[in-house]
Nanobody, 115 residues
């Protein structure tokens, strides 16, 4: 059974930092592309950052230079370090794994940035 479990969300003031974690099980983690997505109220879910099995990364333009995605294949974990948070970073953050045509999502963790 595949499980992706996010943690680390919460309430933070603008300019602050949070580190999200995603624990994976039931997948061959090292082969999967792992991604973080977010969904703001009333908006579509969007890709924030992704990391391939080889460690290549890509970021949504608005988070470049502020967010860092990383992975630990030995622990089957993926992380999102979020610095200099802005109000517009508020949303539910989801972890996603992709391998071939197989896609799995976590349940999400809420990130709220306050002024």
């Amino acid at each position: 059974q595949v499980q992706l479990v996010e943690s680390g969300g919460g309430l933070v003031q603008a300019g602050g930092s949070l580190r999200l974690s995603c624990a994976a099980s039931g997948i061959n983690f090292s082969f999967n592309v792992m991604g973080w997505y977010r969904q703001a109220p009333g908006k579509q879910r969007e890709l924030v950052a992704a990391i391939t099995s080889s460690g290549s990364t890509n970021y949504e333009d608005s988070v470049k230079g502020r967010f860092t995605i990383s992975r630990d294949n030995s622990k089957k974990m993926v992380y999102l370090q979020m610095n200099s948070l802005k109000l517009e970073d508020t949303g539910v953050y989801y972890c996603k794994s992709t391998w071939l045509s197989y896609n799995y999502w976590g349940q999400g963790t809420q990130v709220t940035v306050s002024s």
